[in-house]
């Protein structure tokens, strides 16, 4: 074959590599350039395994981007769902755990809530603040957003009696707390195992010291300790008491496998808080010292505060006494009036769709300033004279 037959159309002679560039520059300045079969379709598949490549990483960019995304908004908003999700498991007529065991919660019908028995007026007129436990259960992730609220608030009125049940080790905070930060070595998640983990070492460390109540309370609550105390004067603490507000109108049914009757009892609401007498706890310690606590827990796969009710209400037989003077961020709190608030003894807010705050309605702080209004809540509680820090010219909210 010549040389000028090389460049026809249609021909299938091999070309090395070398020579077909050499053709490629000649051809191209003096006649038109006629690709061969073979390097034809090679240039095609190259085209396209570069394009399905290209199409390839921007779907995993694309989708995977908006998995991530969605990921974290849903990590965000599931720690407020988590209250919501506690109720509507309870509701629920049949759960299955992970082992053999079956689990089954009811609501039925009853009385809002009983007392153990009368109090007596002689032994609890002498309480003193100095007398009672205030734990709170938090996260080092919420150390800033909501200890320096309670830091700046009610801690002040019960410093030596509040402590701080967290999970990491947090030396700003340490110091904050005058030594009051308790590390639990518990998860910092919102699950069931973590919370029941925190409140077992709530316990735990209560039995440690030598005071006559135990009271609960979470990290996104005002506490009127004043109220408090003058409430927990009126219940002997040397008796079996288990105060605080119900989540639900009606006890609960917990239906174990192990157990032949199933377990009917009412429960505190940790978001609202609750208070044991010492004489109860001590009772209760058979059942939850030494990580007993977490294995009823485990049992009954119920969350801390329900796990405590069933401890208290269906085990050692100790009924709730209702305490309306308890709320939670589940409550409608922005009802309340002023004198109202003035006589209740614990307060949540929360965060509704659309980022509406549930909050209550009290003058003082702008809302950019104190969004929980606990700030301006503390300044309407304080006497006159402790006043100093409190906005001159109240904002109405």
């Given amino acids: 074959m010549s040389p000028s037959d090389r460049n026809k159309p249609g021909s299938t002679l091999f070309m090395p590599r070398d020579n077909f560039y050499r053709s490629s520059i000649r051809n191209t300045r003096s006649q ?133 049940i967290t999970d990491e080790e947090d030396e700003e905070f340490k110091l904050k707390t005058d030594g009051h930060l308790i590390i639990s070595g518990c998860s910092n998640s919102h699950d069931r195992k973590a919370l029941c983990c925190k409140m077992a070492m709530e316990l735990d460390f209560f039995l440690s010291q030598n005071k006559k109540w135990f009271c609960h309370f979470d990290d996104d609550n005002y506490v009127n300790v004043w109220n408090l105390l003058d409430m927990l004067r009126g219940y002997d603490y040397a008796g079996q008491w288990y105060l605080g507000k119900i989540s639900t109108n009606a006890a609960v049914e917990l239906q174990l496998s192990d157990e032949d009757q199933n377990a009917v009892f009412q429960f505190a609401t940790g978001g609202a808080g609750f208070c044991l007498s010492y004489c109860l706890v001590e009772k209760m310690k058979p059942l939850i010292s030494g990580g007993k606590f977490m294995s009823i827990a485990k049992k009954t796969r119920a969350p801390d505060d329900v796990t405590v009710g069933y401890i208290v209400g269906h085990l050692l037989k100790v009924p709730l006494t209702v305490i309306e003077r308890f709320h939670s961020h589940l409550e409608p709190l922005h009802l309340m009036d002023l004198e109202t608030l003035k006589t209740q003894i614990s307060f949540g807010y929360s965060t509704n769709p659309g980022n509406q705050m549930n909050r209550v309605s009290v003058s003082g702080w702008d809302t950019e300033s104190d969004p929980t209004r606990f700030l301006s809540l503390d300044c309407v509680l304080r006497p006159d004279d402790e006043k100093r820090d409190c906005p001159t010219v109240p904002v109405s909210v």
């Fill in 32 to 164: 038109p350039f006629y690709i061969t079969p073979v390097y034809s379709k090679m240039a095609v598949s190259k085209k396209r395994f570069s394009m399905l490549t290209l199409f390839v990483g921007i779907c995993i960019l694309y989708f995977g981007y908006d998995t991530y995304t969605n990921y974290l908004i849903n990590q965000q908003l599931r720690e407020l769902r988590e209250d919501v999700d506690i109720l509507l498991e309870i509701s629920r007529t049949s759960i299955r755990p992970q082992s053999s065991q079956t689990t089954t919660y009811r609501i039925i019908g009853g009385e809002n809530g009983q007392s153990g028995s009368e109090p007596n007026r002689e032994s609890t007129a002498l309480l003193q603040l100095n007398d009672l436990h205030i734990s709170v259960k938090t996260s080092k992730k919420f150390h800033h957003q909501r200890l320096d609220i309670i830091l700046r608030t009610w801690f002040s009125h019960a410093k030596n009696q509040i402590y701080f």
